[in-house]
């Protein structure tokens, strides 16, 4: 597919305020400006874009642990998502879900979780809300190569195959499951395990190449959104921090060589070469991109710090339970119940 001028802009944006983002995120966390921690994309910018640039605004999408990306790929503003991290009234979940836990519903960022593989079938529901209802929508799912051997996964495939749902499962593959080589836990490719299923399966080998990774998603979207069922897309990509901020493991799980070799790969340089050299773009017009980026991730902050922590009042709001047996009872009919008295008809 061919993008336009202000599209291809649009790319290097997104991919740049990821960037950014993660790395102030990061600074943050160590200096205490964050509660906890939080998983970075740094080093996956194409492939979280070249994915999310493929789908619509109406679309759905569920994330993972790793998943401050996927909203900004979409397009999500920062301010509210660096609220979110920071635990602030004004976050896209009002402070509630910090940075393993966050949604951003206005771009159809459905949430994201710390259990591995959990956010697979709340994207599969969505898929099969979109044909229940007869909406041109689809859903994606993004897991990484750690959740690729969860049964929920499977489970989710199978029923997207059978009820033909429009839906996108994506893996991204960065190799290591916190720090644990993929090769030493899964056996065969990923993306072959679509075969069993009866849905096709696609395998990314450079997931650092912007295009490389829209063109495959854009097909599967396109497929999905015909009628056409599910698509299985495995991304190998490279995460260039370590598995969270600030974790300190006894042993380096990374040969220099290695890191060096992804590092020379870097997305956004990589795609900033091709403006300059395939599309007509100049250093300067990037470079005055670059420093609109910083700013806005400095209004992120800036408006993260004007926000106020939620009230401890509004701690039980937003939350959802079903109305007990007991508790549509009158007063005497409860105090009965729990003596264990019958109750009137």
Known sequence: MTLSHDELLEVQRRMLRIRKFDERASKMVKRGHIPGTVHTSIGQEAQVVGATFALQDGDYMSGNHRSHGHP???????????????????????????????????????????????????????????????????????????????GVLYESMNMAGVWNLPMIFLCE?????????????????????????????????????????????????????????????????????????????????????????????????????????DHGFTAEELDALDADVLREVDEAVAFSDASPFPEKSVAFDDLFTDTTYVETLSRQERAAFEQKEEVPA
């Open 72 to 150: 900004i790929g979409k397009g999500a503003p920062l301010g509210p998502l660096m609220a979110e991290l920071t635990g602030k009234a004004a976050g896209v979940c009002k402070g509630k879900g910090g940075s393993l836990h966050l949604a951003d519903f206005a771009v159809g960022s459905l949430g994201e979780s710390g259990i591995v593989g959990s956010s697979i079938p709340i994207a599969t529901g969505a898929a099969l809300s979109s044909k229940v209802l007869g909406r041109p929508t689809v859903a994606l799912a993004f897991f990484g190569d750690g959740a690729a051997n969860q």
């Open 173 to 277: 593959n960065n190799q290591y499951a916190l720090s644990t080589p993929a090769h030493t836990v899964t056996s065969g490719v990923i993306a072959d395990r679509a075969a069993g299923f009866g849905i096709p399966g696609v395998r990314i080998e450079n997931g650092q190449d912007f295009f490389a990774v829209h063109d495959a998603v854009k097909s599967a979207v396109d497929r999905a959104r015909a009628g056409e069922g599910p698509t299985l897309i495995e991304v190998v990509t490279y995460r260039y921090n370590e598995h969270s901020e600030g974790l300190r493991l006894s042993v380096d799980y990374r040969n220099a060589e290695e890191k060096a070799e992804w590092l020379s790969r870097d997305p956004i340089v990589q795609f900033r070469e091709a403006l300059i050299a």
